[in-house]
């Protein structure tokens, strides 16, 4: 009996071994499209930021340094990332109400730029 072969069968099964050079190239885009991710990210989040930090400036008088420290101070003492404190700040906007810690933390961060003011 007479077999007959396919032309797949005939090829011999290709197996692809990156170079040394396609993997180093292949790293290179996976890091750059991490580092791409995390710009997009932080561009994001920069402008709530800079709102939170612009009603904390008009809630109280004070530097945009001054309160960049008080949502700081709120992150750190509340555990919560900073854009997530300005984010919530933020909603306020629109209705929204500030969870108690982050509440309690504003009122001591603007009683602590008022009674830096009077002095």
Known sequence: ??????????????????????AALLAEVVELRTKNKQLEQALASRAVIDQARGMVMALAPCSSERAWEVLVDMSQHCNVKLRAVATALVATTKNETLPEPMQRELRQGLRRLHLADRR
Not at 5 to 10: F, G, I, K, S, V
């Open 1 to 22: 009996m007479h077999h007959l072969t396919t032309p797949r069968e005939e090829q011999p099964l290709l197996t692809a071994v990156p170079s040394a050079d396609d």
